[in-house]
């Protein structure tokens, strides 16, 4: 199974700040990387696909990149509904699996 | 716009088999995609358990492929999950999600529901 692992597992920033969370893969995974938003007793929330691909309907302030191992999910600007956790997943291959989660708190 | 939404049992003894469904509306599961089921143990990450096509293909996660099993009754539009054998470690909210191919990401998913292993 391919490894996933973000970093930080926790971070603290105020409104309208830029925050940025790393995902690492075990091996090389071409892109085949999604970010997901959480909010507490919710289900995930798609925000981006193929690392840097927004989906519809997704603030610009949400944008992704990396290749290869590395990605980083990038929010600008941070707003009050931004605090939440975000999780990186992988689909590479089967099995997907996802980070253990980073959870952005409000400073 | 399709919508997905879990039903079952919130408790279940240890050694039985936890068995959930998922409704989908606004799609037809006969019609294409991938279906699913993830989990999310209290205060834990996410875990991919198990995927289908209406076309009968299937696959399952490596470390409860030999508990589980995932159907579908298209006449319902529904899928469906049985685990086998639970123990507490299978506590979790469990979340029904699309998938547009397979592997891919999940979207959009269920809004979840508990299930809880005790005796």
């Known amino acids: 199974d391919i490894q996933m692992t973000q970093s930080p597992s926790s971070l603290s920033a105020s409104v309208g700040d830029r925050v940025t969370i790393t995902c690492r893969a075990s091996?090389?995974?071409?892109?085949?990387l999604a970010w997901y938003q959480q909010k507490p007793g919710k289900a995930p929330k798609l925000l981006l696909y193929?690392?840097?691909r927004l989906e519809s309907g997704v603030p610009s302030r949400f944008s992704g990149s990396g290749s290869g191992t590395d990605y980083t999910l990038t929010i600008t600007s941070l707003q009050p509904e931004d605090f939440a956790t975000y999780y990186c997943?992988?689909?590479?291959?089967?099995?997907?699996?996802f980070g253990q989660g980073t959870k952005v708190e409000i400073k | 716009q399709v919508q997905l939404q879990e039903s079952g049992p919130g408790l279940v003894k240890p050694s039985e088999t936890l068995s959930l469904t998922c409704s989908v509306s606004?799609?037809?599961?006969?019609?294409?995609?991938?279906w699913g089921w993830i989990r999310q143990p209290p205060v834990k990450g996410l875990e991919w358990i198990a995927i289908?096509?209406?076309?009968?293909?299937?696959y399952y996660s490596p470390s409860l492929r030999s508990r589980v099993t995932i159907s579908a009754d298209t006449s319902k539009n529904q899928f469906s999950l049985n685990l086998r054998s639970v123990t507490t470690a299978d506590t979790a909210v469990y979340f029904c999600?699309?998938?547009?191919?397979?592997?891919?990401?999940?979207?959009?998913w269920g809004q979840g529901t508990l299930v809880t292993v005790s005796s």
């Open positions: 193929a690392a840097s």
């Open positions: 999600a699309r998938v547009f191919t397979w592997p891919n990401w999940f979207d959009p």
């Open positions: 091996q090389g995974i071409s892109n085949s």
């Open positions: 289908m096509h209406h076309s009968g293909s299937s």
């Open positions: 997943q992988h689909y590479y291959s089967t099995p997907p699996t």
């Open positions: 606004g799609y037809s599961i006969s019609s294409g995609y991938y």
